[in-house]
């Protein structure tokens, strides 16, 4: 079996508050910042890795988790950590965010879903910059493939042939079953000791998170191969429907007042801010 | 001159207030583009909800029943939908940023060859195009979208929308619904568990009292839920809290959370992360409760109080009885 694991680089989620947007207004600049894989992508790689691993843990795959991102040549050192990781290979296609949007980025995928012909793709349900949730909707439709977002449990069955996935959606919990090929979305959920079931691997428990990359698997990462290509090897048309034509600052909230005591806490509050 | 449809948004057999803000959104783009706007609902059988949608002011309201509808299958939902839209040559279709917008509306816009923006907070009209703002990077940019296709396909932020209220009366028309499709094979709909809770929707409720990982333990939440009670509030969480298992997902405020925007939010023994302000940050009077006065949560509230929340809640729930007398 073959999953697609698609991945973007964001600049540091738990510093986001420190991005800057340019002079004029039309770009965001993050310098300074870190680039991280997009955490929920780093948890589709985590729950591609747990859905073929013949034991927890085992570093075995019953198939090949690829890891395919577009971005600059610099997003190598992002596909490496998801390669340290476990994933088998990588594939980059090179483009910049600010001439991308959702239905590019669908497309691109859907050309190589194509090329590489996987049982299944599993997204991130967001990427954390911009925050659009759209991509893997879009591509499933476009596929004409199954989806399944917001994934926050999986379960395969031995034979690899179908999901049963738990949706985190308003209000509670959506169960769906749905026929490889697939398109899956992947929530925070997905990533606790029992966020996937393989039936293989059953019985023991993973730690919360993400899996950090042992040193071995840092060491072999450097080996895997990762394939470069273009927008224009693939044939991606090109043309944005989505355009962002300025960025601005929201209005900050101030901070308010210390009070001293719970009593004057609810006098204010019924008084002042009248809300009691 | 353009006409907008919305999706309405329906759970447990009621019109969510959500769709009512989308109205009132429809209504601002209506006045920048002509038209009128309608609500398109989708269900098993709508009958219990057809006189509400029909007091929205809508031109129209469709209905489309036939069983299975009210699971909210995408790729079930998405042709019809389409035919709605292609049917009535509507320019923007729009439902509130709920989970089924979210999973739905980006499939219909790739089937439709649809520009799509996600999670609109504000609309204005410059050079003949609608551009809308909309929430990146957990709220700390808002980047202004434009969209170059011929229909335009939203989700908006319902707490940023006034709830429209009316008591028109819409003709409502229940149209022809398409065969499911062959997809339809592949997916298969389980079961829907629901999140318990005798309490307001978290999206709805004009208080409330989140807690995050101070409370130590799924026990101690009940100090949160006894404040949200005496208040008639809901119960919210930080992920934090969450992952810890005090509490159900369902219940997590943030960016990839439950966005909210209540008269009165309580924050207790939270830090406030900036994943988590994203979701809170537009209600209207912010409280603080944590015993480090460093917690960056004080930054973004209305009133704080330093101190240990084992002691402060009890308290605050005994002074907010005494003045409630």
Redesign the interface.
């Known amino acids: 079996m073959k999953i697609l694991v698609t991945m973007k680089r964001v600049?540091d989620?738990?510093n986001?508050?420190k991005?800057k947007?340019s002079g004029d207004g039309t770009q965001?600049t993050s310098e300074g910042l870190e680039w991280k894989p997009n955490p929920?992508d780093e948890y589709g790689v985590e729950a591609a890795l747990r859905i073929l691993e013949d034991g927890v843990g085992s570093g075995k795959l019953r198939g090949e988790v690829v890891v395919v991102t577009i971005g600059p040549e610099e997003v190598t050192q992002q596909i490496r950590q998801c390669l340290a990781m476990g994933a088998d290979r990588g594939i980059l296609v090179s483009g910049d965010d600010d001439k991308l949007?959702?239905?590019i980025v669908?497309r691109t995928m859907a050309k190589l879903v194509e090329k590489e012909q996987p049982d299944l793709v599993i997204m991130g349900?967001?990427a954390?910059?911009?925050?659009?949730?759209?991509?893997?909707?879009?591509?499933?439709?476009?596929l004409?493939?199954?989806?399944?977002?917001?994934a926050?449990h999986v379960e395969v069955p031995e034979d690899l042939s179908s999901a049963?996935v738990?949706?985190?959606?308003?209000?509670?919990?959506?169960?769906?079953?749905?026929?490889f090929p697939?398109v899956l979305s992947v929530?925070?959920?997905i990533v606790?000791p029992t966020g996937v079931n393989n039936n293989v691997a059953a019985g023991k428990d993973y730690q919360?998170g993400p899996r950090y990359a042992s040193l071995r698997g840092i060491m072999k990462a450097k080996k895997k191969p990762i394939d470069k290509l273009t927008l224009d090897d693939l044939g991606v048309d090109r043309t944005?429907?989505?355009?962002?034509?300025?960025?601005?600052?929201?209005a900050a909230?101030s901070?308010?007042?210390?009070?001293?005591?719970?009593?004057e806490?609810?006098q204010?509050?019924?008084d002042e801010?009248k809300?009691? | 001159m353009g006409n907008v449809l919305i999706i309405a948004q329906i759970q447990d057999g009621e019109v969510k207030k959500a769709t009512n803000s989308t109205v009132t959104f429809a209504s601002e783009v209506v006045s920048h583009i002509g038209g009128a706007y309608s609500i398109l609902a989708l269900g098993d059988d709508l009958s219990g909800q057809s006189e509400a949608l029909a007091a929205l002011g809508a031109q129209k309201v469709f209905l489309a029943q036939a069983d299975g509808l009210d699971n909210a299958i995408a790729e079930r939902w998405t042709p019809i939908i389409e035919k709605v839209v292609v049917d009535g040559a509507f320019q923007v279709v729009v439902s509130p940023a709920s989970s089924t917008g979210k999973d739905v509306l980006p499939r219909l816009a790739a089937r439709m060859g649809a520009g799509m923006a996600s999670e609109v907070v504000e609309v204005v009209f410059s050079d003949g195009k609608l551009n809308y703002t909309r929430p990146m990077y957990a709220g700390n940019v808002n980047g202004t979208v434009i969209i170059d296709t011929p229909v335009e396909i939203l989700t908006i932020r319902p707490t940023e929308f006034e709830a429209f209220s009316s008591t028109g009366a819409s003709p409502v028309e229940k149209i022809d619904v398409p065969q499911a499709p062959e997809i339809l094979g592949k997916i298969e709909f389980l079961g829907f568990e629901k999140a318990e809770s005798t309490r307001p929707d978290l999206a709805e409720a004009g208080v409330v009292v989140s807690g995050g990982r101070g409370l130590k333990s799924e026990e101690n939440f009940k100090l949160i839920e006894d404040l949200a009670d005496l208040l008639g509030g809901a119960v919210g969480a930080t992920r934090a809290a969450v992952d810890a298992g005090y509490i159900h997902n369902d219940f997590q405020v943030g960016q990839t959370g439950k966005i909210v925007a209540p008269d009165l939010y309580f924050a207790v023994g939270l830090s406030g992360a900036l994943q988590h302000v994203a979701g809170m940050k537009s209600s209207k009077v912010i409280v603080a409760i944590n015993k480090d006065e460093e917690a960056p949560i004080f930054q973004v509230s209305d009133y704080g109080v330093v101190a240990d929340l084992f002691k402060a809640l009890p308290e605050l729930v005994e002074e907010i009885k005494k003045v409630a007398k």
């Not at chain 1, 925050?131 to 893997?136: L, M, R, V």
């Not at chain 1, 209000?171 to 079953?177: C, L, M, Y």
């Not at chain 1, 901070?255 to 009593?263: H, K, P």
Request: aromatic content about 4%; hydrophobic content about 45%.
């Open positions: 600049a989620p738990d986001a508050n991005v947007i965001v929920f949007d959702a239905m669908a349900k967001q954390v910059d911009g925050d659009s949730n759209q991509a893997s909707q879009m591509l499933a439709e476009i004409g493939w199954p989806q399944a977002t917001f926050g049963t738990t949706r985190e959606v308003d209000g509670g919990a959506a169960k769906v079953k749905v026929a697939a929530d925070l959920r606790t919360e944005l429907q989505v355009r962002t034509v300025s960025f601005t600052q929201p909230r901070a308010g007042v210390i009070l001293e005591t719970v009593q806490l609810v204010k509050l019924q801010a809300v009691l």
